[in-house]
């Protein structure tokens, strides 16, 4: 995939995201679907800091400064130490969807990017900004899935009806 096919698919996600993640009372924005599991609140704020500080961030590190050390992260300890779950969730959706707005707008602009440009990381060697690219890609999917699996298990355990008419999970 080129860039812009990149764009196109991250404002398709982006359209995803808001139509799956907009409307929740709040006893359903903290559900957790097990005590370890993150709920829909963790999960937008985790998109909002990934988008600022990771995707878009790292693709700018490789293809401007590859060859400086690159701002370390650390998506686990987030949720915890930016105190996640005292968060807005509306206003956390909509700051992900003002920053997703902005990535696509970045990638589309990157027209005479060095896309030959690789950052050299020390644990795992060689990252092109191709690699980030598509994985944002992949980033997007995975939460897309584990938002549809948390609606469905909040849907499960808040009904009396058995879902195996719907078919199997």
């Known amino acids: 995939m080129n860039h812009l096919e990149i764009a196109k ?6 359209e995803v995201f808001r139509s799956l993640l907009q409307n929740f009372e709040p006893a359903q924005f903290i559900w957790r679907p097990q005590p370890e599991k993150w709920c829909l609140l963790e999960i937008v704020c985790h998109l909002y800091d990934e988008e600022r500080e990771d995707f878009r961030a790292r693709v700018k590190h490789i293809l401007e400064t590859p ?3 690159m701002p370390k992260i650390d998506p686990q300890a987030w ?5 996640y779950m005292n968060k807005d969730y509306k206003e956390m959706l909509n700051k992900f969807l003002d920053e997703r707005e902005e990535s696509i ?8 990017a060095k896309w030959g440009n690789v950052y050299m990381h020390p644990k795992v060697g060689p990252i092109p900004a191709s690699l980030i690219l598509h994985n944002w ?19 499960k355990t808040h009904i009396t009806d058995p879902l195996d008419y719907a078919g199997n999970w």
Do not use: C, W
Not at 9 to 14: A, D, S, T
């Open 9 to 14: 698919e991250l404002n398709r996600n982006k």
């Open 67 to 69: 060859n400086e050390p």
């Open 79 to 83: 949720v915890k130490d930016r105190f």
């Open 105 to 112: 707008g970045y990638v589309e602009s990157l027209t005479d």
């Open 137 to 155: 890609i992949a980033h997007d999917y995975l939460h897309i899935r584990q938002v549809l699996f948390t609606k469905y298990q909040y849907l």
